[in-house]
C-alpha cells in the first residue's frame, strides 16, 4: 500500500474516493466543500439532499458516500470534522472517527485509491500539527488499510503539506 502527501486541488484526483470535509448540512461550504460541490455539479448535492432526507444531518465524526459527479473520482466520502474551540479529547477521537468511518465506506464501496483533505484544519481551526498527527495514526492503525492500494493526503497549502512530510517521516 502506498501512503502519499502530495500539494494539489484534491478535486483533480483520478481515485475512487475523495474524501471531503463536509459540514453537518451536507449541502456545501467553503474551502474543500465548496470546492468539491463547485467542481462535481448538482449530482452530487442531489445526492446529499437524499441523505438527508433519509437520516437527517451528519454529525462530526461520521461519514456517508455519494457519486462523485464531474469529478474524475468515482466517489465522494462526506466526513465533518470537528470544530476546535478550546479543543479536548473528544474533538481528537472525533477527527479520528472522520478517518476510520471514511476508510470503512470506502473498502465496503470496493475503493482501493483514496485521497484525503486536512479534515478541520481550516475554519474549524483544529492544530495542524496535532490533525496531521491524528490523521497519520488513524490510517495506518487501521484495520481497514490492508484492502487499500494507495492512500493520498493532498494538502491544499504549503503549511499543511510541509507538516504533513514531517509527521510521516516520523512515523
Given at each position: 500500500m502506498k501512503l502519499k502527501v502530495l500539494q494539489a486541488d484534491?478535486?483533480?484526483?483520478?481515485?475512487?474516493?475523495?474524501v471531503n470535509a463536509?459540514?453537518?448540512s451536507l449541502l456545501g461550504g467553503g474551502g474543500v466543500d465548496g470546492a468539491?460541490?463547485?467542481?462535481?455539479?448538482?449530482?452530487?448535492?442531489?445526492?446529499?439532499r437524499k441523505i438527508r432526507a433519509t437520516q437527517g444531518k451528519c454529525n462530526p465524526g461520521e461519514a456517508v458516500i455519494t457519486t462523485a459527479g464531474?469529478?474524475?473520482?468515482?466517489y465522494v466520502i462526506h466526513t465533518v470534522g470537528p470544530v476546535w474551540n478550546n479543543g479536548g479529547k473528544d474533538k481528537e477521537e472525533t477527527l479520528s472517527k472522520c478517518y476510520?468511518?471514511?476508510l470503512r465506506?470506502?473498502?465496503?464501496h470496493n475503493c482501493k485509491t483514496i485521497a484525503f483533505p486536512n479534515i478541520s484544519t481550516g475554519i474549524y481551526k483544529f492544530p495542524k500539527e496535532l490533525a496531521a498527527n491524528?490523521?497519520?495514526h488513524t490510517v495506518t492503525n487501521d484495520p481497514n488499510l490492508t484492502h487499500m492500494k494507495e492512500l493520498l493526503f493532498v494538502c491544499y497549502?504549503?503549511?499543511?503539506f510541509r507538516i504533513y512530510q514531517k509527521v510521516l517521516e516520523v512515523n
Open positions: 484534491i478535486t483533480t484526483f483520478e481515485v475512487d474516493a475523495i463536509a459540514n453537518t468539491i460541490h463547485r467542481k462535481g455539479g448538482v449530482e452530487i448535492l442531489e445526492a446529499c464531474n469529478l474524475i473520482a468515482k476510520s468511518n471514511s465506506l470506502a473498502v465496503e491524528i490523521a497519520i497549502d504549503e503549511l499543511n
